[in-house]
């Protein structure tokens, strides 16, 4: 994933988008790109930008989620004074500040119909009107847009104009989710954990303990990229034995015994909890009962990675982690040393 002037990862569907937008970026054509929450939609807008014969102008960016729909089509074309109330001056729109650059429509499967109307006409002919005026304005834009949206099922449903679909897709880059990008994770998370300790002035790396890592491999990361840096950089921050691996990560930041319930009404078609209310969830294993040929064994490892977790998020104390566990200390004790788990060795 790119940071700051960097691509990180290694994965073959990483690689293969990236490699797609490098060779899109020299065509003048528009281009749509795909992809869940956080997996890098703008970051590769940027790419297609610095990599195209039009680096060297404007890159102007523009969220069509982020405004309410009365002035989505004034941001986009510009008004003239006094063309609707508050319009108190004329103003371009952003086609007119990205003239000769690069326009990026960001979550554009929110754009109303009639917005679509103008925009369509605007990648056609390349023209705007501002809203107020009665001639339009020639411009030289490249237009990427951005969606996590089936914008196919979309303007297969009306909801989405399917000849402006059709001028928006000379090319698609669709990206992988985090999940499926094999080996990106625990590169990602060394990044953004070396990273941040260089922030904290740490001096040097500890890593991460081992059920640490396979807790980030094994975690579905429904924010991808942008989930993963928080998790991480909140993981090694809070961690104040900056000379032993990481032994603890939350990935709920709003996870705690006091986290304020919903109002009845809210919780009434909730599936009522199971267990102690708010209790954190049991640290993931990977193993498919299926697969199980030594019950001893598997059972041995989900006790293994459940005393590794609670003695990482209690920082190797041993009487609060007995207590969290409802052991004795002397329990405790013959845990750690029947799974070997000697402080600094996880």
């Avoid at 063309?83 to 960001?106: I, M, N, P």
């Avoid at 409802?326 to 996880?346: F, S, V």
Wanted: net charge negative.
């Amino acid at each position: 994933m790119k940071l700051e002037s960097q691509f990180i990862g290694q994965s073959g569907a990483f690689l293969d988008a990236v490699e797609r937008a490098s060779r899109a970026a020299a065509m003048n054509r528009p281009v749509l790109v795909i992809g869940e929450r956080g997996t890098g939609k703008e970051l590769i807008a940027e790419r297609l930008h610095r990599l195209s014969t039009r680096w060297d102008e404007p890159l102007v960016t523009m969220n069509c989620a982020a405004l309410p729909e009365t002035l989505i089509e004034a941001e986009l074309f510009g008004h003239e004074a006094g063309s609707f109330t508050g319009a108190t001056k004329a103003r371009a729109g952003r086609f007119e500040e990205a003239d000769r650059g690069t326009l990026f429509l960001d979550e554009l499967g929110t754009l109303s119909m009639a917005a679509q109307e103008r925009l369509l006409r605007a990648v056609e002919y390349g023209e705007v009107t501002r809203i107020g005026a009665s001639r339009p304005i020639r411009v030289d834009v490249r237009i990427v847009a951005a969606t996590n949206d089936d914008l196919p099922a979309l303007a297969a449903a009306g909801d989405f104009r399917a000849d402006l679909l059709d001028r928006l897709s000379f090319e698609v880059i669709t990206l992988p989710p985090l999940r499926v990008r094999e080996g990106d994770i625990g590169v990602l998370a060394e990044y953004f954990g070396r990273r941040m300790a260089a922030e904290l002035d740490w001096d040097r790396w500890p890593g991460f303990a081992p059920h640490v890592m396979n807790a980030l491999e094994d975690h579905p990361w429904p924010g991808n990229v942008r989930e993963l840096r928080n998790v991480v950089e909140r993981a090694v921050y809070r961690w104040a034995a900056p000379d032993m691996p990481i032994a603890h990560v939350q990935f709920d930041p709003f996870d705690s015994p006091w986290r304020p319930r919903p109002p009845e009404h809210r919780r009434s078609h909730a599936p009522a909890p199971t267990g102690a209310a708010h209790a954190a969830p049991a640290p993931h294993v990977s193993v498919s009962y299926d697969t199980v040929e030594d019950l001893r064994a598997a059972v041995d490892a989900h006790e293994r990675a459940i005393l590794a977790h609670a003695l990482g998020k209690h920082r190797w104390n041993q009487r609060q982690t007995a207590r969290a566990l409802g052991l004795t200390y002397d329990q405790l004790r013959h845990c750690i040393r029947k799974h070997a788990l000697m402080e600094g060795e996880d």
